[in-house]
């Protein structure tokens, strides 16, 4: 697909970020004028010392000039500096706004988003995007109309100082405005690819190092390299583009400048020798500076226009992110209260992909302050229902109610706060043991959190760590065993003092040191509130107040641990018998 020239509605979506800032934005614009007028201002000022004062050897009216000159030349400088900063400041305000607006979209979002998005992608718009953004006012759009100005207001002098000598000046422009034309279209569309090929390495990358582990494991360290190598050398390929580009066209605009500039100095030089009033050595003089101060601008414009689209590009992409409408529709009106935390599941359905149902129709009831176990296998849709109670997924249909009340019907913020979750693969953020047990709710007190640890027999653990609460466990919470890391998970799901408790395999990766410590947390955490426990190891949930089997998206089973062992032939049954058969 042609890539548009120059995108109007989207710069007019950029330009709306500015409004918190309107008076920088104008400020700029006054100093980019104030710059052009004062840039200008030194070849003329140059040609009236050539000609009215150093021709005539007047000493007097040269110092005078001299000192215009530098008074000129302060200003100029005094209008570079506020010109630069501005801009510059808007624009890191600018993206400041973008990035958090961006940010906070982000987390709205569902799982089913970020089970289809590549998270390098996301990455790769949070930062470098958003950066590129920035650089749309600090290198391209109040730079170019800097250089228009300066333009402008050039040829403006040159058309007063001496009109005959300009027009050999002014026929040369459009050829070079034609090659800037041509250069601009070529730079957009490999500006585009560079843009693609950054966000697949970067995914790339994320990927790899995040899963460094399994990388090392199956010795595929040459194979993750030569992938690596290919998509690099996409890479490098996509910024030669821009290379050649350049490379082409700087030396062009070069030439036509300097073929302009020597068509002046001959024809009025040949005009000067033979005493012609066409010109003077005054204006030669300034025509040379004149000459620079509208080539470069111009030869220049494309190169900084590059930047704005590379900037716009980059802005089209993070507001793709932020149209984006994939979030839970967070329609209830009313507060989640302390739940009694009796559930119900009614004709429950739902699909991840569809046309593939994952729970085809289930009804559940979970009263007040059971513990209830779901078992089965892998892929029976076990963790899809607390993703679905949890409402990180919409149902298909069916309805799902806490106190006998949908859950639609509740906020969602309000809702997941009563709701807590122990996941088998804790996620621990890098920061200390007492941020990643609060998550840093200023709610949760220090005095709480020591409490609850030593209630569940986590606290001595803790202390035995260099630092204690404040040991920094480093990302993902590597300085700890899996173990470790599961008891921190437990106490920070007991210090938010849920209503309702989920725990997902939180039992099925724990070492032989920590397994004693998870029993006793377990049994503090669930006790007087209602719990649901996902469970392979059919043994750390013989206790439940009810067992429900499931298999291929369907309740198969429910009843206690010894209802289920009673029924001959049963699904708990040959389960649980396959287990310890194997363990004995």
Known sequence: MKAKAFDT???????????????????????????????????????????????????????????????VLLMEVFSQFYFVFWANWLGQDIVKDIRNKLFKHILSFRMKYFDLVPVGQLVTRSVSDIESIARIFSQGLFMIISDLMKMLVVLIFMFYMN??????????????????????????????????QIANMNSFVQERVTGMKIVQLFNREKIEADNFRVINDKHRVAWIKTIL???????????????????????????????????????????????????????QIADKFNEMQLGMIAANRVFDIIDTQDHIQDTGKIEAPVFNGSIEFKQVRFSYIPEEEVIKGIDLSVASGQTVAIVGSTGAGKSTIINLLNRFYEINSGTICIDGENIENYTLASLRKQIAVVLQDVFLFADTIYNNITLHNPEITSEQVLDAAKKI???????????????????????LSSGQRQLIAFLRSYVSNPSILILDEATSSIDTYSEELIQRATETITKGRTSIV????????????????MDKGLIVEQGTHQELLNKADGYYKNLYDSQFSVAN
């Open 457 to 479: 027999g986590v606290h001595d653990f803790i202390m035995s760590l260099p630092d204690n609460y404040d040991f920094d466990v480093k990302e993902r919470g590597v300085m």
């Open 9 to 71: 509605g989207l710069f007019k979506r950029i330009l709306k970020y500015t409004k918190p800032y309107k008076w920088r934005y104008y400020g700029v614009i006054v100093f980019a004028v104030s710059l052009s007028i004062f840039a200008a201002l030194r070849p003329y000022l140059l040609k009236q010392t050539v000609d009215g004062y150093i021709k005539t050897h007047d000493k007097q009216g040269l110092l005078m000039y001299i000192i215009l000159m530098g008074v």
């Open 534 to 549: 996902i469970a392979h190891r059919l043994a750390t949930i013989v206790n439940a107040d009810k067992i429900v089997v």
């Open 163 to 196: 009109w005959k000598l300009t027009w050999i000046v002014v026929v040369a422009m459009p050829v070079l405005v034609y090659v800037t034309r041509i250069f601009q279209r070529k730079m957009q569309v490999a500006f585009e690819e560079v843009r693609t």
């Open 245 to 299: 580009y350049n490379s082409i066209f700087f030396p062009i605009a070069d030439i036509i400048s300097s073929i302009a500039l020597g068509l002046v100095v001959v024809f009025g030089g040949f005009k000067i020798l033979n005493g012609d009033n066409f010109t003077t050595f005054g204006d030669l003089f300034s025509y040379t500076m004149f000459i620079g101060m509208l080539f470069n601008p111009l030869r």
